[in-house]
């Protein structure tokens, strides 16, 4: 058994890498996700768009990056000329969520406004339309280079960006301006955003339709999953961004997309716009040694952990099982990406491979005077850089955890913060310490501190403390080592932390977060041992990211000497690591190989469905109604003779990443044929390394949505405002 598990994968990294290192070392990455700027330089009539490139993006006119938005995270498109939005089920699981109570439970049965009165606020959800972009590299780096150390070029970068985004953002807020990194320490971008701040839902089919295969089929191919949700924006009665408000009217986009009901076929040429978020393929190796050995594993494993205590927290009760729903599934989506992500780079030796490229560039170097005289240290300066963000890696990981997950924790840091800013002049403050910033600081903070499970708090206390007895050499945390070092430092632990979540609780007021009221001295000088306690863990921390701002301010300039050199190596330009700007990528309906002797075809119909459904496991319930419309076989015209069913899912080699959730599929015409929501397995690794081999993206079929909407939403309404006609 184990011999042909190990031949299997053996085959499968043999095939994957021969095509990985070919295209990987020796030429122009193959991968693109490319920014506005470089979108008139493809030859998309080549790779076949069959409409003028200039419908796709026109500086000076209209065209369909228009009707792209970016809504939080996610992406949207605008399918009406009244702001209807489509995205992901998965972006407004959260807003879902917050609206839905036992009684009224909107994830389980899904949600449809008949009318526009009917929508619901999207609570959380914010969109941003892209109106136009501004290179302002020259401004951001000269204000670099006044830096007199490290740590301070990191600060003068974010400063100056904060400035201009200030400068460049409308008073009235209807547009924000934001500035970003394309090239570390190269070339920023100011971006002009248009805002949208009352969004509201119009229809989401029931969980069973938008997240059907759940856990089991999340980062996964074949795929059969319904993940999409209408939403519409709104703004106020003269254009402008206005929170909710009833007087507002429906938002009436430059551009929609057209919705092609008869979708596309394996071969086809489609190409996404979207919001792809980071990606990191022009790090150096180092960075790849760092996501393996550390932040990968710590993550995958504290998040694997939070998931199962709060499942056991839970238990049957329906209320804490909605109340934790939200946070379990964004743990979860993390935690199998990051063990695709720990697979990917062991079976394709990534890190070994950027080593050996690392080694390439330095004879390159060597190889021309002009360059060597520049560059020759750069290696060894960026292993030096490397070696103390290494050294501390386990505590910084571990602090920025314990600081986020525990409320508690969280609220005590804020208090001494709060103390010790409070000491300065307004002037020496930290932005949201400053007293312009102060009353909605303490107000947000306050929501969070309060919003948390005592029973969670307790588990996750104990465990973090337990985990920093172990820590080693500069990663050792003092602090709790000499508060609990003793030989019964697990049963003083369960004690403190028993106490401390009982005070917290007791009363009606949270102690911590009512210290606000008392004079900073009292504050420092306050008696309660978690004070002390965090006082001391904040020094550490706070070295510690000083020493992250060092090794930013180094890497600033040498990542852009390291793309400058892979660019001069591989005489070719670069496109940019993905950064939540607007991003084209195109490819065609195509499946993969996953493993020896597998195939994946790239079109799944609804027979999957009921075939999954069969199998009994929970993360494959279907509705009935679905059942009863597929066994009457009501398909209306979305039934697909050559498939010999309802096309569901499809699978498609573009380059995406998390961010393009939401993304429009577009085919040749640029019509919309499906809604791109996740990538295969293998695929988590393409934040480091896109290869044609492996890389797929995953997209629900415009025809599933379209028929699930009529069908099982009885919401054929809003494909006649798509202008989609029902027969
Ligand atoms: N399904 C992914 C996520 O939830 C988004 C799309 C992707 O990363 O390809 O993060």
Redesign the pocket.
């Known amino acids: 058994m184990i011999k042909t598990g190990r031949k299997i994968f053996y085959v499968f990294s043999v095939l994957v890498l021969a095509t990985l290192f070919s295209g990987y070392l020796l030429s122009p990455p193959a991968e693109g996700m490319y920014p506005l700027s470089e979108i008139s330089n493809l030859d998309l009539t080549e790779a076949g768009l069959k409409i003028d490139p200039k419908e796709v993006y026109n500086p000076d006119g209209v065209s369909l990056i228009d009707a792209l938005v970016k809504v939080g995270g996610?992406t949207g498109s605008f399918v009406s000329p009244d702001g209807l939005i489509i995205t992901?089920h998965?972006c407004a699981f959260g807003s879902l969520n917050r609206a839905s109570t036992t009684e009224n439970n909107y994830l389980e049965n899904g949600l449809l406004a008949e009318t526009k009165e009917d929508e619901i606020p999207a609570t959380g959800v914010v969109c941003r339309i892209t109106e136009s972009y501004e290179d302002v590299s020259e401004e951001v780096l000269n204000a670099a280079d006044e830096a007199e150390t490290l740590a301070d070029r990191t600060k003068l970068i974010a400063e100056k960006i904060r400035e201009i985004e200030a400068r460049e953002s409308d008073l009235d807020n209807s547009i924000e301006a934001g500035v970003s990194e394309m090239f570390v320490g190269k070339t920023y971008i100011l971006f002009r955003y248009r805002m949208i701040k009352d969004v509201r839902l119009v229809y989401a089919p029931p969980k069973s339709i938008g997240n059907f295969g759940g856990e089991t089929d999340?980062?996964v191919w074949p795929r059969h999953t319904g993940?999409f949700t209408f939403m519409r924006a709104y703004v106020a009665p003269d254009g402008s961004a206005a929170e909710y408000s009833e007087e507002n009217v429906p938002f009436n986009p430059k551009k929609y997309l057209k919705v092609n009901p008869n979708g596309v076929d394996e071969g086809d040429f489609l190409f996404i716009l979207g919001y792809?978020?980071r990606t990191f393929r022009h790090q150096p190796a180092n960075f790849l040694k760092y996501q393996n050995e550390y932040q990968l594993p710590y993550i995958q494993k504290i998040y694997s952990w939070m998931i199962h205590a709060l499942e056991e927290i839970a238990g049957d009760d329906e209320a804490l099982q909605l109340e934790f729903a939200s946070t379990i599934k964004?743990f979860a989506?993390?935690e199998k990406?990051y063990r695709g992500k720990m697979l990917g780079i062991r079976r394709l030796e990534l890190v070994d491979k950027k080593y050996e490229e690392e080694k390439q560039l330095a004879e390159f170097i060597k190889s021309k005077p002009e360059l060597a005289e520049n560059y020759s240290g750069l290696f060894d300066e960026i292993n030096s850089v490397y070696e103390q963000k290494f050294a501390n890696a386990e505590a910084d990981l571990w602090f920025g955890q314990l600081f986020r997950r525990s409320k508690i924790m969280y609220s005590a840091r804020f208090i001494v913060n709060y103390a010790e800013q409070l000491q300065k002049d307004d002037s020496e403050r930290t932005r949201s310490y400053k007293e312009e910033k102060l009353s909605e600081t303490i107000t947000r903070v306050s929501a969070t501190a309060d919003d948390f499970n005592p029973e969670f708090e307790k588990r996750l206390l104990v465990k973090m403390f337990c985990d920093a007895l172990k820590f080693e050499g500069s990663s050792k945390i003092p602090a709790v080592e000499s508060k609990f070092g003793g030989s019964e430092s697990k049963d003083e632990i369960e004690k403190f932390v028993e106490n401390l979540v009982n005070m917290v609780t007791a009363g009606e007021e949270n102690p911590i977060m009512s210290m606000v009221a008392n004079d900073p001295e009292e504050i420092m000088n306050s008696d309660l041992e978690i004070i002390k306690l965090v006082m001391e863990l904040k020094e550490q921390d706070d070295k510690i990211e000083e020493q992250l701002d060092e090794f930013d301010g180094a890497m600033n300039t040498l990542l852009a000497d390291l793309v400058e050199v892979k660019r001069l190596w591989n005489e070719a330009a670069f496109v940019p690591d993905a950064n939540r700007t607007l991003r084209l990528t195109y490819g065609f309906v195509k499946g993969y190989a996953p493993a020896d002797a597998i195939n994946y075809s790239p079109i799944t119909t609804l027979d999957g469905v009921i075939d999954k459904a069969l199998t009994g496991n929970p993360d494959y319930e279907i509705p009935a109604k679905l059942r009863e419309l597929y066994e009457a076989k009501d398909f209306g015209r979305f039934y697909d003779d050559k498939l010999g069913g309802i096309p569901t899912g499809i699978l498609y080699n573009t380059d995406?990443?998390?961010?393009?959730?939401g993304s429009p599929i577009m085919d040749a015409n640029g019509n919309l044929v499906g809604v791109?929501?996740?990538?295969a397995f293998e695929?988590?690794i393409?934040?480091f390394a896109w290869d044609d081999a492996y890389s797929r993206?995953?997209g629900v079929d415009i025809r599933y949505v379209l028929w699930v909407t009529q069908k099982i939403g009885g919401a054929g309404f809003l494909l006649e405002e798509m202008g989609v006609s029902l027969k």
């Open positions: 996610c992901n998965h999340n980062w993940d792809p978020a964004s989506n993390v990406n995406t990443s998390g961010g393009n959730s791109n929501f996740d990538r695929a988590t393409n934040d993206s995953i």
